[in-house]
């Protein structure tokens, strides 16, 4: 493998010049993402800057059998860019270009390294804007699409699933693909699309993306109301959602969170007790009929103190403390670090798996606060893994204890951080043997050397 991965490498300097490059600061930063799995050297990392200069390296790393693994930002919490074989990491980070903009199409097409602050900054002035909102300004709509993320505005937008319209991905053999097109909908062929779309570079390397954009609503709303008990706010949501009020954002923060983020994020008047976030999109009488309702609803659990946050800069302040909530968990017990579950489930059933949760954590012993996007359904438990010797075995014990009741729930163990390492071990209970086959034949078709990413979501 070391001759192998020489000869890749003298042979990209000749299109890639200093950007292919053996340092060791740059391969540590690159060893690793956001998570616990043991950092890993690649061995060497390449820049890329077009969609052909990925194609060819990747050709001469199949060519050779050298393993190949995609980078975005490095933000991914399951050890997806983790280099588990050594090999080349293919950072697309450079690749930030927007290509194009149709305003009267509503859509746009950009390079995978664009980020979504970036791209929102781009469209203001044009009335439109880019949801999809995983709760970090780092992480690149390339990587997005690679783990299908998800976040706070999913409960009326959609995934990054729902808002691609199409890719240009580049094979393990080096072709160029462009996948879906600019229509909203078509009846041709296999939906290729979805199926790189949280396929974790196993599959292909996400180079450029077509995606839908939506008009930025005339009106948003704000507002933030807390409950004596985790009960109360759990079956406010799922009244909320089942009478159909369409919320752009609803987030659940237990007492344990709210703490950490009071805490961290210097939140005012608020009380540490199990809390809901709120944002509403719309007409301005829109915006003030699903409000009204929402505080009904709430009040009838016990909800009280709906604060209201119609200026921007505050209704910023509150989401940047909802974004913030990891680091404040971290920030709770300096030298731990943080395991974040992604379990979801049917929304009839989450009180089951929250308040199951719960009880699991008490038990545990370990401190792991709740936040979740639970308009879908989706919740995570930070659990901070104390520096002694079985710490980081009690926080996977309580993790796969949380995974379990989703699944028996009739859910998933991951809702958007995606499988890579950490989520292996549940693909079979959730998916079946036979599913999981044809996961498997899907791969070894378009990734015969199993060069690409080698080590994620298959356990072996």
Known sequence: MPEAVDAVIAAAREFLGQRITTNVALREHHSHGQDTQPPVLPDGVAFIETSDEAAHLLALCNNAHVPVVAWGAGTSLEGHVTPVRGGITLDLSHMTRIIDVSQPDMDCRIEAGVTRDLLNEHLRDQGLFFPVDPGTALCTIGGMCATRASGT???RYGTIRENVLGLTVALADGRLIH??????????????????IGSEGTLGVITEIQLRLHGIPEAMSSATCQFPS????????????????????????????????IAYSKLEGLEELPSLFF????????????????????????????????????????????HDA??????????HQGIATDAIVPISCLDAAILGAKEDIAASGLTAPIVGHVGDG???????????????????????????????????????HGVGIGKREFLEQE???????????????????GILNPGKIFLN
């Open 230 to 261: 985790l009960r109360g706010a759990v079956e406010t949501v799922i009244a909320i959602m089942q009478m159909g009020i369409p919320v752009a954002r609803m987030e659940l923060l237990d007492d344990a969170q709210m703490a950490a983020c």
């Open 279 to 322: 944002e509403f999109h719309g007409s301005a009488a829109a915006v003030a009929e699903q409000a009204k309702q929402a505080e009904e609803i709430a009040a009838g659990y016990d909800g009280k103190g709906f604060r209201w946050a119609t200026e921007a800069a505050e209704r910023a302040r509150l989401w940047r403390a909802r």
């Open 326 to 335: 990891y680091w404040a968990c971290l920030a709770l017990k300096p030298g």
């Open 153 to 155: 505005n999913a409960v």
């Open 378 to 416: 989706n919740f995570h438990t930070v659990i901070l893994v104390p520096p002694e010797p079985d710490g980081l075995k009690r926080a996977w014990d309580l993790d796969k204890k949380i995974v379990a009741r989703a699944l028996a729930l009739g859910g998933s163990c991951s809702g958007e």
């Open 431 to 449: 998916h079946g043997v036979e599913a999981l086959a044809v996961m498997r034949s899907v791969k070894q078709a378009l990734d015969p050397r």
């Open 179 to 196: 996948t879906g097109g600019r229509v909203r909908k078509s009846a041709t062929g296999y939906d290729l699309t979805r199926l790189f």
